[in-house]
């Protein structure tokens, strides 16, 4: 029995160390690839990018129109795993915003503008 609880206590341990050795993401940015800043996209099914940011587990993407200081709408705010997000967009001026996560931290938003014709 002591050596089925030993097992378990270091089982436990194991696991739970990989809380505090969870890698600090905190300085580091998510580059932003597409839309580009101040970009003009054609209306429709717009295609969001960005490069990994190793050991981050998700990313926040939001994006809100005409922009986050003055935002008469937050069309999406979502939690992804990929580097990759479609939305369908209208006519119209938009910001978009993208954070990396893991289970300890995050980074910064880093943020573009464009423009939906």
Known sequence: ??????????????????????ED???????????SNNSEVVAGSIQFN????????????QIATPDFEQASQIV????VTNTIYTKDLE???????????????STGYQTNSFSVN
């Open 1 to 22: 029995m002591k050596k089925k609880l030993i097992y378990f206590a270091v089982l436990l341990l194991f696991y739970n160390c990989e809380v505090f050795f969870e």
């Open 25 to 35: 993401i905190s300085n580091e940015q998510v580059l932003l690839l597409a839309p």
């Open 50 to 61: 960005w490069q990994e940011v190793l050991e981050a587990t998700d990313y926040q993407i």
């Open 76 to 79: 999406l705010d979502s939690i």
């Open 91 to 105: 006519v119209g001026a938009y910001q978009w915003r993208i954070k990396a996560s893991n289970s300890g931290y």
